[in-house]
DNA sequence: ATATTATAGGAAACCGGTTTCCCCATGTCA
DNA sequence: TGACATGGGGAAACCGGTTTCCTATAATAT
């Protein structure tokens, strides 16, 4: 059984009181007092209880994490910058899976704000009404990724979602494709999925290529649906020049179901993604995609959810980070450029 | 500021201790007085503060869960399996990367501890003696995964990661290649790192072909070095017929790096990895390699932890679960084999 | 030498719940 | 009608820390 603070003072000869000033030297303690103390607690090899603390303190040093599904590849190198950040700020957090539903997301934000977290980031793609009043109403600061939305006490970290797909988009047209096609996320994603897909549509526009709505299809954001979608475009005969995937992790399962049906990428089609993720550059061909910075949207979520816990004024509420085209294999019809070594 | 218990209590003109019996009905309150209590609640949204019941209850309805990197496909997908079963149980999981340096295990396994979780779940591939030291004292109920240990209160799930890695190997050597090389874990990995590699070499000396410390490359784990070893494999000239790597991960790196060098997979060299996680079906060509049921692992690890922190009694405390050799194109230079749809 | 000021450290209140202990008001039985 | 069991609910102790408040002693000033 863990010793408490009223055994290490009985053996030091002291008041609980004392203890607590050696241990957190709020107040001076005379050097000999303050060393039968530390015997005492070597002793027992005690360690203060931390609820008691975060009880007294009304501070947890806990930060709520809810994302989508963290065996996605964006989520999880997102969750491993505000985790190490995170760390470095001496805190812990508790990360929840909402698998993209609305009512389970409203569920777990309200049980880490009633499990005392210090703050919380929530990663979403959209924002109902119940979402809304218990952003307006939590007592705790947020961070908000991928989403802006205008609240107190909020911030939004992400990157201009339309205009990275314009650029994408952009690109291909640049090398005068007429029918590029987009597999775009759920309808209900009212941020990046709509964003991504109203760039895709504006660049078509200022290109003067008129759109076809046979040309795109909705997917599930994973490498299954992908699989599927990428099959059922194969078989429809589209010929499709270029096909935009608003997601990495999906474009790579659409690849697979371009190759399986006996086509080459980027040779009968090209593909882009969106997101970046690590194994993008490692997928055969490489994937062509729209970079975020992921590692360091996940550190500025963390950085700024702590600084608002530990009360700093904050100047810049929503921050958007800049996105970068990276042009890999998957569009290199012309020439083969094999992919630059990792360092 | 949230309302707290004595609030509701003098609004509803009772006592602290009446308002805590309507809360978990622990004894009998007169329907009105409940009445009364509960009308006071819902006027001031009074949830009460959980900081303060773990200190009474002396448990915080959280497990920790230490791990190596969240942004490894196999520890991610473990994580949600750890994760959904804790929330079906009422828990939480705090979750701590190690990024594989034995001090910061220890380092985070004592924090946890301190940190009151109720429970941890250990995912590592070595123990050096500190750690051997923790999990002898710690006084919570663990979950070992990857590794096999005896001592009291601790649980292990794995699969049997020697016979694995025979068994796969085999499926070489049946094939009548003699020269199959292997990319194995760094040498501290004594747990699977090293058992996989001693799986190789007894398959190897049972089929009678000779081993050869040429063809055995190490790396850390992940796409990168993977890439990096590939390159040099090739560079070598070593003319192998099929490789193992010790992961998928890995595996998808050194795929990309023989790709890189005008190779092909698996007409060239056929390659396997080791986890079966999602990406592998989805790979170009997809890879052949040993399912590891990842999902179900951090399922039983959390369900087991969750079982002694709850009393109840364990018949098993070494889970060894099952793994299966999963063929497809990386090791398929005879006949080519789509893909079977992925539902 | 006396008055004043610092300093060290103890007692007790507090954080926000739960639970034990006890009393009072009923209801039941003889 | 008196003795006794029963149920409802309040006061207070408790969980394990921190902090305020206060006192006794030592140090400094006059």
Redesign the pocket.
Known sequence: M?????QV?EIA?????????V??D?????P???ERVLQAIKALD????S???S????KSRTIGVVITDIANLFVSVLVKGIEKIAFNHGYNIIICNSHGSAEKEIELLLMLHNKQVDGIVFLTSRLKKEHKSFLREASVPISLVNVSYDESNLVGIRIDNSKAAYDITSYFLKKGFTRGGMIRAPLEDQYTGQERFDGYRQALQDHGVPFNEDFVKTGTLDARDGYRIGREIIKENLNLEALFVACDLMAFGTMKAIFDQGLKIPDDIEVAGFDDVPMSSYYHPSLTTVRQPIDKMGRLAAEMVINLIEGKKIDQWEIVLPHEIVLRDSTAKDAYKPLPTPE
């Open positions: 863990a010793a408490t603070i009223k003072a000869g002291v008041s609980k009181a004392t203890v607590s000033r241990l957190n709020s107040k001076p303690v005379r000999e007092t303050r005690f360690q203060p209880n609820t008691a603390r009880l007294v303190f009304k």
